[in-house]
């Protein structure tokens, strides 16, 4: 990883930022080129909602492909429901995957741990990084049902893993690199979760987190916490969250802030920016906020 600053890798153009003051001197310096985004984004999503599919390249799939555009609400969120027709990845996964193949050539074998793996996320980097592990965390009610699932999705040699992210069984400076996708925000010891993250992987290992984040915003936003007596404690309207095991969801105890990065720096990530991709071609567009840390 290279310094904050703007650079086109493999055909995806991605801003990285280490701070909120950094993001708004870039809004300033170049405010016509994000106003023009915003507005390409915007005018797309209107459209997308009336129209359907677009043709583009997908970087999972590494071929043509149609972006449809499936809302599961009234609201317009790209992230969560551009999905390629291929692989069946949103935006966001999308996104995390462009990075992915940029950290992780595959010239050699990676160790590569996901905290998740009842996905076709998790199937599609297991069968494009074969040293690819993850793992589940969820209710022990829910063992069989899920297992049942994985290996519907992954196979009979799939072992489903059941891991806490606050306490993983691997083993110290074992992983090249960490992929959180859409978990930290239900942790509610989500420092204890990064810190395990940094004992886990190697020097120079990257971890890629997504989270909801309030991209203008400094200070995170914390909708719940839990009290002494381990009750929950809601400060905002309690908000739920889809979750492959789980059809009632799950609690977000945070939208996350720029501050986020400064608890990864200290707990002990050398390296922590907010970075965001640019590749309508690939459906990679709106802001599609991917956290990458470096140990
Ligand atoms: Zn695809």
Redesign the pocket.
């Known amino acids: 990883m290279s310094d904050a600053g703007q650079g086109v890798i493999q055909g995806v153009c991605w801003h990285r930022f280490d701070s909120l003051d950094a993001y708004e001197t870039e809004l300033r310096l170049n405010e016509g080129l994000w106003r023009a985004r915003s507005l390409w984004s915007e005018s797309l999503q209107t459209t997308q909602k009336q129209l359907g599919d677009f043709p583009g390249h ?1 970087g ?2 590494q071929r043509p ?1 149609v972006f449809t555009y499936s809302p599961e609400t009234e609201e317009v969120n790209v992230r969560e429901a551009l999905v ?6 949103n935006a966001r996964q ?1 996104a995390v995957w462009a990075w992915m193949q940029h950290a992780f050539p595959t010239n050699r074998r990676w160790a590569l741990y996901l905290t998740e793996q009842a996905t076709r996320f998790y199937q599609a980097s297991k069968q494009h990084w074969p040293g690819t592990r993850g793992s589940e965390y969820f209710p022990v009610s829910a063992f069989e049902r899920l297992s049942a699932y994985v290996t519907h999705l992954l196979g009979e040699h799939e072992v489903l893993r059941w891991e806490d992210v606050c306490r993983l069984s691997l083993k110290d400076q074992s992983i090249d690199g960490l992929v959180c996708l859409e978990i930290l925000e239900h942790v509610p010891d989500y420092e204890a979760a990064v810190a395990e993250f940094l004992r886990v992987l190697k020097p120079g290992g990257q971890l890629i987190i997504t989270v909801p984040f309030l991209d203008r915003t400094h200070e995170t936003l914390v909708r719940a916490r839990l009290n002494e007596q381990g009750e929950i404690e809601h400060l905002c309207p309690p908000e739920y969250h889809g979750d492959p095991v789980d059809g009632e969801g799950i609690l977000a105890y945070y939208h996350f802030g720029w501050d986020l990065l400064d608890r990864l720096r200290e707990v002990g990530f050398s390296q922590a920016q907010w970075c965001v991709p640019w590749a309508p071609s690939m459906g990679l567009f709106s802001r599609l906020w991917t956290l990458v840390a470096v140990r």
């Open positions: 997908c999972v799939c492909s390629c027709a291929g692989c069946q990845l999308r």
